[in-house]
């Protein structure tokens, strides 16, 4: 199915039997580039306020398993698709306690925080590079993994 054209119409019509579970992005380092401004919003749960940044991935470092990186980027079809394609989202909670985590992701986009605001530093983050440490979560009730950054560094 051709991503080009896809709406909301296109997508109810595939058939039922193509349709596949996401695998999620293996476990490992990557580098990668923060793709527009920021989402902001609440958690649905406990209404904390967040900042999430959408991360399109550029390459992967060795610790990656070569395997996985592979299976995940070919289709059904076998066409194999560019790791440039894939993203993934960091998301970060904006409370008093947890801001830190925060500033240290903008620190690692390469920006300086010297005299200016947390927000001031958000508005620089389109196309920063940084590398970014994704991990394996399972789901709630054990029945899917899901793959989230767990730490992000400078790219050297």
């Known amino acids: ?88 989202s960091s998301t970060y909670y904006t409370t008093p306690d947890a801001l830190f985590r925060l500033t240290d992701f903008l620190e690692h986009c390469g920006i300086e925080s010297e005299g200016k605001t947390v927000r001031q530093m958000i508005d620089e983050t389109p196309n920063c590079e940084v590398k970014i440490k994704v991990a394996h979560r399972p789901s709630e009730d054990g029945q899917q993994i899901f793959a989230e950054v767990k730490g992000t560094m400078k790219v050297e």
């Open 1 to 88: 199915m051709a991503k080009s054209a896809t709406s909301f119409e296109s997508i109810l019509d595939t058939p039922a039997d193509e349709v596949e579970r996401p695998k999620p992005l293996p476990a490992g380092t990557y580098t990668a580039i923060v793709r527009g401004l920021p989402e902001y919003g609440e958690s649905t749960k406990k209404k904390t306020p967040f900042v999430k940044f959408a991360l399109a991935l550029i390459s992967a470092d060795e610790d990656v398993d070569e395997d996985e990186l592979t299976e995940l980027l070919t289709n059904k079809d076998g066409e194999v698709i560019p790791l440039t394609e894939k993203s993934i």
